[in-house]
């Protein structure tokens, strides 16, 4: 099958890689670009293991294609540190223990990204509700929604 | 090597603080590498070809057309795996389960494999391998497959354990016996006696990493294994065995874990994987599918329980007895019969008795998750003893409390007890204010205890202490939720050091001696205790040392929080040394300082918790939701109290989905209906509320810190606790699990 | 110095322990007690587990496969999977049980 050429954004940086028409932008992340953060749990849009931001949308990036980036900005796990000083969700995770095998990690920290800059201040149903579609089974949640509240207020003061 | 593992009662520093995890910045900035996040130059792609039937006889495999498709490098099928398990019938067990031989014995079971240049062409393959099958009569419910007509999985199995030998083969594969005294005499003096039968169905344990691997054997025989795992030198052995290798020769490294609970015990795709590559010459690169973990690896059993319990109308427990039945899969297992230990064993009882059966059905071979077949039988047996404290009227915390096994009580299973924790848990969950706080309409609360054996076994590690006086840590035993912090706090504080000056990593087979799994809690206790006694080395080295520098006797020295001290008068002009001028020096007094620990980590304490929750149930759907929910354990000693925490929190989430939701629904034909995250319901944030836990220390008299397994216990008492939420909330008896909505709703309209 | 496989199976824990040998008392869970000729109790003179189970396996030659496969021993309630050189205290409470998995 020919390749589709693409160019994009991933993190601020200009990418241009050569991916299948059917190939999903999560295995390009990770099998073209070396962008292992995002992981796959299912495949199928149900675990929230490969969440991305896409053009300020959180998706599945198991549920789109890597054609589908051109011309857009992508962000992953891998932007979301500023050098070596973390985002303060991610020291809050960190704090809090909100991770044992740390494999929904990445996903949980891109959608905790998203619903803060949507909603600065959500309750604590508010969290668990933007959070309903990355899976834990680990932690049953409870320190990652600390996590989070903590965050949410360290960011607010900033 | 003199090492004294018994309880000293010391006092801490390090230990019972809670730092950030070594292994942190990794996890949050996605750099940490799991299964799949491995790569070889030149690897190739391995998929894996499954049976679509339950049960069906192979007649013949064709691969000639998968292996002329350009791209694919091998195929194999069982010829490629032959069977060098010299009589040993759990590894041939293994064999055939990572790759069906003459028989697919369950919807998924591995039937041929390809390694290809890419996933594309692989997954062409996999549709090119004829296998001609010859369909047979399949039976996946445990208790249809103890019937007489039901059909054989393998006839050569006769039941064990019976007094008479079996004539007939069975899928029971045996009946086992434990307790004591005599259960006849305990009914006669019973006044009141409960008597139910439950059921619960069979779940995943439901890892977000599925199983991953990247092999590579080269043509001298060497090999390498990248591989998610809870025990990579367990996996070395099994993989060595079963495909001829020398365990020396094969590497095996442990990547990061995203999960286990017990299902990364057992090896699936790891033997495939290097026996693809063997045969095409390149790395192999085997990642499982969500499906694929579904239908062959995991899950639990599914089981059937008969519970009866006679007390007395002051409270007393007479008798107690119970028959378990367990689903193990197609191959022969030990389930029922740890259900049969573990059923009552946080009672005092005088008159007891387990019976369980093993019973061989047409699903995935049954897989240890956490706590294994402890929380069935503690559905069971916690419903039953709701029950009977209801029809005598007394509390059931105070019914259980009157029952509770104490120190110097003779175990169900056996043997008596040391210093336990079931009173203080009880005692514990009686005073929160959790068991005050109101219920509302259609609410209900729950409560249940749960009991796990926690295993200790055999534990290697090094402790290196570099030139700048910093300590590298190398364990075996695979960090499955933070245990290396865990250690690098124990380390530090046998040393006397600060934790950030320790830094853990964990070994791979090449780098330490053998190490047992990461399962039945063992982790941290195990390597805790393989860390205090090579610390200990380390310090022995280090007073000696110093002793050199000093030109004194070594037993004129001692250590103190980091320091060799010249202890007497007459050294009153020697200056404490600190590890990192003993280090520093290492070079000129001796050469590098370091301490190993090679032991069997004996003397597990056993664990008990008591949970509450409350439920509220939808009368008109039969939805529920969880209102709120504690915990409360004895951790022996909490090295880091946020992740023993963690522990309790997630055992309990993942009994809440066990109670409420997840079940593997197979159709008719014996194939599974819901292999997908969407379909197996696993709980979601939203689904929970905040999980409240208390912590208590008992300490374990055979650790130096007192340290107990905490991992597992958590996920035994849920079950329980929210059927009898449940049970009060809608006044009806639940004794199915999943209580999911159409079963709660069926309940009620019975009882109308 | 030895290779860590080597030390781990040496008998360096036996100098100390050398004394004389008791006879105690060892109770077989239910399954196990079939195959000692349906006792549930036996007597042996042992002086640790490796002592126990080779004699064990001696006088019940039923029990040699199941010891091979691995049996734990509890000795008065603290269950030792793999600890041969585990003396066994006089009067102690000793109870063989089945290795089991974990998760
Ligand atoms: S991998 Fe994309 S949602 Fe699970
Ligand atoms: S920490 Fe393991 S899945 Fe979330």
Redesign the interface.
Same mark, same amino acid.
């Given at each position: 099958m020919a390749g589709v050429a693409v160019s994009t954004t991933i993190n601020g940086d200009t990418v241009e890689y050569l991916c299948q028409p059917d190939e999903t932008l999560l295995d390009v992340l990770r099998d073209r670009l070396g962008l292992t953060g995002a992981k796959e749990g299912c495949g199928t849009g149900d675990c929230g293991a490969c969440s991305i931001i896409l053009d300020d949308r959180l998706v599945c990036s198991c549920l789109v294609l890597g054609a589908e980036a051109e011309g857009r900005h992508v962000e992953t796990i891998e932007g979301m540190a500023h050098g070596d000083s973390l985002h303060p969700l991610q020291q809050k995770f960190l704090e809090h223990a909100a991770l044992q095998c740390g494999i929904c990690t990445p996903g949980f920290l891109i959608a905790a990204k998203d619903l803060l800059a949507k909603n600065p201040d959500p309750t604590e149903e508010e969290i668990r509700f933007g959070l309903a579609g990355n899976l834990c089974r680990c932690t049953g949640y409870d320190k990652i929604v600390r996590a989070v509240q903590d965050a949410a207020s360290v960011m607010k003061g900033a | 090597m003199n090492f004294d593992p018994r309880y000293s009662g010391r006092s801490f520093t390090s230990v019972g603080t809670?730092p950030?995890?070594p292994?942190?910045?990794d996890?949050?900035? @996605?750099?940490?590498?799991?299964g799949?996040?491995f790569n070889m130059a030149g690897q190739l792609v391995g998929r894996v070809l499954r049976s679509p039937h339950a049960h069906a006889k192979i007649r013949k495999i064709d691969t000639s057309k998968a292996e002329k498709l350009a791209g694919v490098k091998a195929v194999i099928t069982a010829a490629d795996l032959p069977d060098l398990t010299d009589g040993d019938a759990?590894m041939y067990d293994i064999l055939d389960n990572c790759m069906a031989r003459t028989k697919a014995l369950y919807d998924g079971h591995a039937v041929a494999a390809v390694a290809a240049v890419d996933a594309?062409t692989a997954r062409q393959a996999l549709k090119l391998i004829e296998v001609d099958y010859e369909v047979l009569p399949h039976v996946v419910d445990v208790d249809e497959a103890m019937k007489h007509t039901a059909p054989l999985l393998n006839d050569a199995i006769f039941t064990? @354990?019976l007094?008479e030998k079996p004539v007939k083969p069975s899928n029971v594969t045996?009946? #086992?016996?434990? %307790?004591h005294g005599d259960i006849h005499e305990g009914f006669g003096q019973a006044d009141f006696v409960v008597e139910r039968s439950f059921k619960t169905e069979q779940t995943h344990?439901?890892?977000?990493? /599925?199983h991953a691997c990247v092999a590579s054997v080269s043509s001298d025989g060497t090999a390498d294994l990248w591989v998610c795992t809870q025990g990579h030198f367990v996996y070395r052995q099994h993989c060595a065995q079963l495909l001829g290798m020398e365990a020396s020769k094969l590497r095996v490294t442990s990547s990061?874990? %995203? @999960?286990?609970?017990? *299902?990364k015990?057992h090896v699936w795709a790891e033997p495939v994987a290097l026996a693809l590559s063997r045969k095409a010459g390149r790395p192999v690169k085997l990642?499982m #599918?969500?499906d694929e973990v579904f239908r062959a690896s995991g899950p639990t059993s599914a089981t059937s329980i008969d519970v009866r319990i006679g007390a007395r109308k002051d409270g007393t427990i007479t008798a107690a007895e119970a028959t378990l039945r367990y689903s193990c899969g197609p191959y022969a297992g030990?389930w029922a019969?740890?259900g049969a230990?573990t059923a009552f064993a946080c009672y005092k009882l005088d008159n007891v008795r387990t019976v369980g059966y093993e019973v061989l059905v047409n699903r995935p071979k049954t897989a240890?998750?956490?706590?294994?077949s402890a929380p069935m039988a503690a559905f069971a047996v916690e419903s039953a003893v709701d029950e009977l404290a209801k029809e005598i009227g007394m509390d059931p915390v105070e019914f259980r409390i009157r029952n509770a096994a104490q120190e110097g009580t003779r175990?169900s299973?056996? /043997?008596?007890? @040391?210093p336990i924790g079931i009173g203080p848990t009880l005692e514990a969950a009686k005073n929160h204010p959790h068991m005050k706080a109101p219920l509302g309409k259609n609410q209900g609360r729950g409560m249940a205890c749960g009991f796990w054996?926690?295993? %200790?076994?055999?534990t290697?590690t090094d402790l290196n202490i570099g030139m700048d006086g910093s300590v590298s840590l190398a364990v075996g035993t695979v960090d499955?939720?933070?245990s290396r912090a865990s250690l690098s706090l124990v380390a530090a504080e046998e040393l006397g050091i600060d934790y950030g000056q320790v830094k853990a990593v964990v070994a791979d087979t090449s780098s330490l *001696?053998?190490n047992d799994m990461t399962?039945?809690?063992?982790g941290t206790f195990s390597s805790s205790m393989a860390t205090i006694s090579a610390a200990r080395n380390a310090i022995k080295t280090l007073r000696d040392r110093a002793a050199q520098t000093w030109d004194i006797p070594i037993d004129d020295v001692v250590w103190e929080k980091g320091h060799a001290i010249a202890k007497g008068e007459k050294y009153g002009n020697l200056a404490a040394l600190s590890l990192k001028e003993i280090a520093a020096a290492s070079g000129k007094t001796g050469g590098p300082i370091a301490g190993?620990s090679?032991l069997?980590a004996?003397?597990? %304490?056993v664990s008990f918790a008591t949970h509450i929750c409350d439920i509220e149930v939808d009368p008109e759907t039969g939805s529920t939701r969880v209102l709120r929910y504690t915990v409360v354990q004895d951790a022996g000693k909490a090295v880091h109290p946020?992740?023993v925490?963690? +522990?309790y +929190?997630?055992g309990?989430? +993942?009994g809440i989905g066990w109670a409420l939701n997840e079940e593997y629904i197979y159709g008719k034909d014996g194939r599974l209906q819901n292999p997908?995250?969407?379909d197996y319901r696993? /709980?979601?944030?939203?689904?929970?509320p905040?999980?409240d836990t208390q912590i208590l220390e008992i300490p374990n /008299?055979?650790h130096p810190y007192g340290v107990r397994g905490v991992?597992?216990t958590s996920i035994v008492p849920p079950l329980a606790a929210i059927a009898n939420a449940v049970s009060n909330a809608v006044g009806v008896r639940m004794t199915h699990i999943p209580m999911s909505p159409p079963r709660i709703l069926a309940a009620i309209e019975a009882e109308r | 110095m030895m290779p860590k496989s080597a030390q781990r199976f040496s008998d360096k824990h036996h100098g100390p322990n050398e004394g004389l040998a008791l006879m105690v008392e060892v109770t077989l869970w239910g399954s196990l007690g079939a195959l000692a000729g349906g006792k549930s109790k036996v007597e042996i003179e042992a002086k640790d587990i490796r002592e126990l189970f080779r004699k064990l396996a001696e006088q019940y030659p039923g029990l040699e496969p199941l010891i091979e496969k691995g049996i734990a021993v509890a000795i008065d309630g603290t269950i030792y999977r793999d600890t041969w050189s585990k003396e066994l205290p006089q009067g102690a409470e000793i109870f063989l049980l089945p290795r089991l998995a974990g998760g």
């Open positions: - | 809670r950030i995890r292994d942190g910045v996890k949050v900035t @996605g750099r940490a590498r799991y799949a996040d759990a594309r064990e @354990g007094e045996k009946r #086992t016996q434990y %307790g344990q439901g890892y977000i990493e /599925p990061e874990i %995203g @999960g286990g609970f017990g *299902g015990t990642v #599918t969500r030990m019969e740890i230990m240890a998750y956490r706590a294994p175990s299973y056996g /043997p008596v007890y @040391g054996f926690n295993f %200790g076994g055999q290697c499955v939720g933070g *001696g053998y399962d039945g809690s063992r190993h090679e069997v004996d003397g597990a %304490g946020t992740y925490e963690g +522990q +929190q997630g309990a989430a +993942q997908g995250f969407l696993i /709980p979601v944030c939203s689904d929970l905040m999980i /008299p055979n991992g597992e | -």
